[in-house]
């Protein structure tokens, strides 16, 4: 079954850019999507098809996907952006991504 | 606007069945699948399947069949999640899900469900 591996956990320092990576064979074959997920809330999803942002997320959201990475980048960063962030694709059926843990400093 | 209200938390004894529900409000309920998620605690989120709400046709992810039920009432825009002789290792959060092409756009609020003796 296909796999996606994120790392452990980002830091950031506040104000900063956080680039958080998504590695799979040949992702970049695939649309990626990023969610968002803040302790005790469910996931909000921040970026569909690579790099596109749904109504209501701000700006500082990008993504890219190219090869075997996706990368979430957040820039700027706010404490608010403290999350878990995961990423998904279809591969003959959804994966989600191990997630990461994003601290901002 | 679209909205997914699930059904409260739920502390089940091991070997027990429980039901979880998920209500649909703001849009067609037949238009769209419904997907289920799983969060176990301090984990990361796992698919477990869809349901087609136009003909009750249910797709279980690998590790989701057996056990697990999903099923709809269209009477009321309700789909359902059900899970048979629960285990311990089912203690988790449960999501319904909506899709947008092959993102989840709308997520309900989530279903604890704790398997406890």
């Known amino acids: 079954s296909y796999e996606l591996t994120q790392p452990l956990s980002v830091s950031v320092a506040l104000g900063q850019t956080a680039r958080i990576t998504c590695g799979g064979n040949?992702?970049?074959?695939?649309?990626v999507h990023w969610y968002q997920q803040k302790p005790g809330q469910a996931p909000v999803l921040v970026i569909y098809?690579?790099?596109n942002r749904p109504s209501g997320i701000p700006e500082r959201f990008s993504g890219s996907n190219s090869g075997n990475t996706a990368t979430l980048t957040i820039s700027r960063a706010q404490a608010g952006d403290e999350a878990d962030y995961y990423c998904q694709v279809w591969d003959s059926s959804r994966v989600f991504g191990t997630g990461t843990k994003v601290t901002v400093l | 606007q679209v909205q997914l209200v699930q059904s409260g938390s739920e502390l089940k004894k091991p070997g027990a069945s429980v039901k979880v529900s998920c209500k649909a409000s703001g849009y067609t309920f037949t238009s769209y699948a419904m997907n289920w998620v799983r969060q176990a605690p301090g984990q990361g989120l796992e698919w477990m399947g869809w349901?087609?709400?136009?003909?009750?046709?249910?797709t279980y992810a690998q590790g989701f069949t057996g056990r697990f039920v999903f099923s709809l009432d269209t009477s009321v825009s309700t789909a359902y999640l059900q899970i048979s002789s629960l285990k311990a290792e089912d203690t988790a959060v449960y999501y319904c899900?909506?899709?947008?092409?092959?993102?989840?756009?709308?997520w309900g609020q989530g279903t604890m469900v704790t398997v406890s003796s």
């Open positions: 349901i087609n709400t136009n003909t009750g046709n249910p």
């Open positions: 899900v909506l899709p947008s092409g092959d993102a989840f756009d709308i």
């Open positions: 098809r690579d790099s």
């Open positions: 040949n992702i970049g074959s695939k649309n």
